[in-house]
């Protein structure tokens, strides 16, 4: 099983900046994907954006699309997810999840950091 952490999160500014990251530990693990997702108060967790581990493509919500960029270090054990542009509606708890080999959808969660943005 894989321990996944995040961090990064806190107060900003509407139109400031924030760099969230996760870390992955634990047992040796391939993963196929990685991501990150996010829930508002009173709304499902929603996807935000993934890098496939191989090819290394990503996708984006239409929400933060051309606002945020999800990235990995060379390890493969650290993912990012850079904010611009942030929105008060972007205030949420903000999840990483990673895609073990063989796993048909996301199955290792972090236990999420708060991002609060503020009008």
Partial sequence: QVQLVESGGGLVQA???????????????SAVAMGWFRQAPGKEREFVASMRWSGGSTYYSDSVKGRFTISRDRTGNHVYLQMNSLKPEDTAVYYCAAQSVGAE???????????????
């Fill in 15 to 29: 139109g400031g900046s924030l760099r969230l990251s996760c870390a992955a530990s634990g047992r040796r693990f």
């Fill in 105 to 119: 959808n996301y199955n290792s969660w972090g236990q999420g950091t708060q991002v609060t943005v503020s009008s």
